[in-house]
């Protein structure tokens, strides 16, 4: 895929153009800070299993990465995050105002692309998706400090955040290939079993990770009162001292850390943790299972691969 | 209009559905604050003076209004607002963290209106115009306190920030109305120098009203270190100790009431005020003589009062 990956970075940096400095500068410093361009991987990859034109896949697979790296402009603002895969976040160097307005900029740009090269279905699709992330993001703050959080919402808001996306990018990719109605389908529900596992993995470390590994600060999930799938696989065994204590950390304004790493350990100990990696690895295996119609090809199996990897990844 | 616009506004409460409960406290609040309704009704007013479906033209019209909200919300975020339009701002009420997502998910849901119903010319002129803003937005971050700011820079920013949009609403009119070329060409001037109109009265009436009329407060460009055509014409008149002072104001943290209203005084003394109404003034009448060609109607008239009432209006 180095090939089709390079051809990406090429049409982002086209589409990174304009005479206002701010839009280069914190444009450029956001979109080149290390991003794994998971995203664009799984379109081009999705697209390859089909049929598709270059020309439009490599332009839908980059603005993916735009819509991407737009929402995580936001998200930094909504946060208050300072750091950002172990650097400075963008929002923390240019200030939030530059943040808002580069992030609008490149959802223009993102979403602009997609009706150029990716027709009125892959556009629709894509619009859905960053509603999604936007409802998912606003649902998570409303539930802040919510230790009874359902775990259909949880799920519902991990979609909304994180699935959605990855499963237009697989569908977009199906689409812009020419998939039929159930191969598109497949696709979609490809992605969205990885961005649950990939969410639930996200969530799982910051319970056992250090900051320096996940290139943010761990434990933030329990500052911030954020309740995850490792909190609700156990909340059950609790004791009723132990769901009052960890009700109140979550709803304090300052923990200390004494406090955080309490819930973590806790968590830990009650199996919180195992329990998540093993939901993951459930929905990858669940997300393999639907490439298995597919004919085998270097595509096919680096779907595969990546599918794997979000589970066994150590960040 | 009044059909029409009423029906702009039953459009919009079906655009606001969600199910998540900050995107329609939040959005309800700022999307019903008052706004003049001034870009949807640009837009079915162009559209009239042609054949437009109105099926079409009333959701593009509402779209751009959608546009605009979330436009708002951002830009508050980027002034660290507390004021629209008399009331407490949406960021000051919800908080930046709703803010910033309620205007993402205004931007998809208004952009994704336009794709459905507007065509793909429309689409694209309406992404421009986002960029443009963002841009706009950016463009005046880079240059506050610029004493010796170009002309030239400050229409390029009045153009992005607020001419684009208003351009985009009577051109888009215009294309769902089955308008030629020549005709849209026309519409998007119209827009564009009513645009200019719009913003130049904005900048005088921070230099000679108040508070209470503007619903935001008055002096705050000067404050901010905004300049703008007020100042930037009768920058040649002033003595070089004058032009250090108000330099020096300019780019002050927090200056106080004296020395903004010392900043005022003078050049509504030297008559910039006075000058940029002429200008505005200049404007609306070249945006009216474009309307000429078009055939007498009440839509056409009220084109021209919606011109003459930039101008004419009190705040």
Chains 1, 2 share one sequence.
Not at 218 to 228: S, Y
Not at 266 to 293: D, H, M, Q, S
């Amino acid at each position: 895929m180095r090939k089709e990956l390079l051809a990406c970075e090429d049409y982002a940096r086209q589409l990174l153009r304009s005479d206002v400095k701010s839009v280069l500068e914190a444009g450029g410093y956001i979109f080149n800070s290390g991003g794994k361009r998971v995203r664009p991987g799984l379109t081009i990859l999705s697209g390859k299993l089909f049929d598709p034109d270059d020309s439009r896949l490599i332009p839908v697979a980059i603005a993916m990465e735009y819509i991407h790296t737009a929402t995580l402009l936001h998200d930094d603002i909504v946060d208050g995050a300072s750091l950002r895969r172990g650097k400075p976040s963008a929002n923390a160097v240019y200030g939030n105002d530059v943040a808002v307005l580069v992030g609008d900029y490149m959802f223009a740009q993102g979403v602009s692309t997609f009706a150029t090269f990716g027709g009125v279905e892959v556009l629709q699709r894509a619009l859905d998706a960053i509603r999604d992330m936007s409802e998912g993001e606003l649902k998570q703050l409303e539930v802040i400090g919510k230790f009874d959080l359902s775990e259909e919402d949880y799920f519902d808001i991990i979609y909304r955040k994180t699935a959605s996306l990855l499963s237009t990018c697989c569908e977009a990719g199906a689409i812009v290939g020419g998939a039929d109605e159930q191969q598109k389908l497949a696709m979609r529900k490809f992605g969205e079993y990885i961005g649950y596992a990939f969410q639930l993995v996200d969530d799982a470390f910051d319970y056992v990770s250090d900051t320096q590994t996940i290139g943010k600060p761990a434990g933030n999930d329990i500052r911030e009162g954020k309740v995850t799938f490792p909190l609700i696989s156990v909340r059950e065994k609790l004791s009723p001292f132990e769901k009052q204590k960890i009700n109140h950390i979550l709803n304090k304004d300052n923990s200390h850390q004494e406090e955080v790493d309490y819930v973590r350990k806790l968590v830990v100990e009650k199996g919180g943790v195992g329990e998540t990696f093993n939901l993951a690895r459930e929905y990858i295996e669940e997300a393999k299972a639907l490439l298995a119609p597919f004919e085998g090809s270097k595509y096919k199996n680096s779907l595969m691969e990546i599918a794997d990897f979000i589970v066994a990844r150590t960040f």
